[in-house]
Structures are given as structure tokens and as C-alpha cells.
């Protein structure tokens, strides 16, 4: 993954609800959400073989974007992973570092991340505003977003994304993506009013595209 778009990633992946509790990871505790307990302390306290590593990869994409539902127990592993990788940022290149489902996860889950943060910069929305009202929406957003085009815009499309990993709907997932990236750096690139933020975030969604486009599931 090139490191723009992953070097502004919020690191607020595996953030526990204010009511969840810590506890202590055991040794041959059966599968919880498809994250095997034994893999996982293996892969933290002496690595896998490429095969093994691969599988927990996958069972890491599976996992992630299920993290809002997920038992404390099935958080506590993942919370292992990102703190053996180094944080919830060197997870994301970990599992980009695997070709399939996993680097397709993290790059879509980087692109979810972004669009939070672009929500907020009146900026953005304006020229996202802008080009919907000259131009209409893509095929792939028709249908995606209501009518009007506000500050809820992006966390829409955000949520769309992250509620299609959910649903293990990769493939869907990742033509939104691919359609939001493209969209979004358009209606920077055409903005009346261009400044340094709306050029770094054309710059962003334009790596991030090209970064979905080469991940295939």
C-alpha cells in the first residue's frame, strides 16, 4: 500500500465500546468469529510458516470489519495482532502485505477512514456539492445516496463500504470503492475554488483508487 493515504489512517480500528472488558487471552480456546486462539498466540509469540500466516490473514479480513459486534474475547485477539505488529496502522500493512481478500479489506478500510475525515472539511463537501449538481451521480452511486449532498455525505458512503465488508460482500465493496475514490477525486479536481487541502485530498483518492484497482479478490 503507498504510504500517503495509509500515513493519515486514524488509528481507531479496534476501539472497544465504553462498556467492554479486558480479559486475559488462554491457550486452547475454540474459535471465536473464525480467529483461531492458537494461531493467533502463535503468530504473536513465535511466527508462522507462510501458510499459516496467509490463513490468519484471511481469518483477520474476515474478522475486522465485523469489530463493532465482535465479543470481547474475539477484540482481545486482535488487539494482540495490532499490538505484536506495532499498532492498528502496521495491522492494515500487514494484512496489505497478503494479496486477496486481505489487502482488498485494508485498502477499502483506509479509503472508509478517509472519507470520515474528508466529512468534516466544508471544503470538500462544497466541491463534492458542486460536481453532483454540474454533473449528476456515477452509475455506482445512483441509488447509494439521498437526494441532497451535506456534511453526511461521505460518512454515508463510509458506512456503506464498511456495512458491505460486514456482510462479506468483498466484490460489492470494492466497486464502491473504487466509484467513491474516483467520484471524490473528480470533484476536487473541478472545484471553483482549489487550494492546497482540496489538491492533497485529489492526490489521496487518486492513490487509493489506483491502490483498489490493483487488489483483486
Do not use: N
Amino acid at each position: 500500500m503507498h504510504r500517503t493515504p495509509l500515513g493519515k489512517f486514524r488509528e481507531k480500528l479496534l476501539h472497544r465500546p465504553s462498556d467492554a472488558s479486558p480479559g486475559a487471552e488462554r491457550k486452547g480456546e475454540p474459535i471465536s468469529f473464525g480467529m483461531e486462539g492458537p494461531l493467533v498466540l502463535r503468530f504473536v509469540e513465535e511466527g508462522l510458516d507462510p501458510a499459516d500466516e496467509a490463513r490468519l490473514a484471511e481469518e483477520v479480513a474476515k474478522t475486522l470489519p465485523l469489530r463493532w459486534s465482535l465479543p470481547t474475547r474475539a477484540l482481545e485477539r486482535l488487539d494482540l495482532l495490532s499490538e505484536r505488529l506495532g499498532g492498528e496502522r502496521k495491522l492494515l500493512e500487514w494484512l496489505d502485505g497478503h494479496p486477496g481478500l486481505p489487502r482488498v479489506t485494508a485498502r477499502l478500510l483506509v479509503l472508509a477512514d478517509s472519507l470520515d475525515r474528508y466529512t468534516d472539511d466544508p471544503a470538500v463537501v462544497t466541491a463534492v456539492r458542486d460536481f453532483r449538481l454540474a454533473h449528476g451521480l456515477p452509475d455506482e452511486l445512483r441509488g447509494v445516496l439521498p437526494p441532497a449532498t451535506d456534511a453526511e455525505t461521505l460518512t454515508d458512503i463510509s458506512s456503506r463500504l464498511e456495512r458491505q465488508l460486514f456482510d462479506h460482500d468483498a466484490e460489492e465493496a470494492r466497486s464502491l470503492g473504487l466509484a467513491t475514490s474516483r467520484w471524490l477525486r473528480d470533484a476536487v479536481s473541478a472545484a471553483d475554488a482549489p487550494s492546497p487541502g482540496l489538491a492533497e485530498t485529489g492526490e489521496v483518492m487518486a492513490r487509493l483508487h489506483e491502490d483498489i484497482a490493483e487488489a483483486s479478490l
